[in-house]
């Protein structure tokens, strides 16, 4: 079983900052891609930015140069800095987890694990 918990949206004015974190819990020792969605009232969930247990990292356009994403040395605790937050920033945002296919966590790999979604609001 692979359990994530995300946290640390709040509210901010403009041109604020917020770190948000990813904890992820279960077949730790199994490569993974670990991704920040998020979705605006009445909007569909977006890519915001993606990370993979090899470093590789991935941003939307809309947040490059903006956000960070990075993971800590175990791999299973991962920050997504805000800075410069837009009041278009604001969503609620979710950490999503895919393990990776090898033969000790084929049990996990196959789907998505989802957090529970932590709420940005950015007010202008």
């Known amino acids: 079983q692979v359990d994530v918990k995300d946290s640390g949206g709040g509210s901010v004015q403009a041109g604020g900052s917020l770190r948000l974190s990813c904890v992820v819990s279960?077949?730790?020792?199994?490569?993974?891609?670990i991704t920040w969605y998020r979705q605006g009232s009445g909007k569909e969930r977006d890519f915001v930015s993606t990370?993979?247990?090899?470093?590789?990292?991935d941003y939307a356009d809309s947040v490059k140069g903006r956000f960070t994403i990075s993971q800590d040395s175990g791999k299973n605790t991962i920050t997504l800095q805000m800075n410069s937050l837009r009041p278009e920033d604001t969503a609620m945002y979710y950490c999503?987890?895919?393990?990776?296919?090898?033969?000790?966590?084929?049990?996990?790999?196959?789907?998505?694990?989802w957090g529970q979604g932590t709420q940005v609001t950015v007010s202008s």
């Open positions: 279960g077949y730790t020792a199994c490569a993974k891609t």
């Open positions: 990370i993979t247990s090899a470093g590789v990292t």
């Open positions: 999503a987890v895919a393990v990776h296919h090898s033969p000790l966590c084929a049990e996990a790999s196959g789907r998505v694990y």
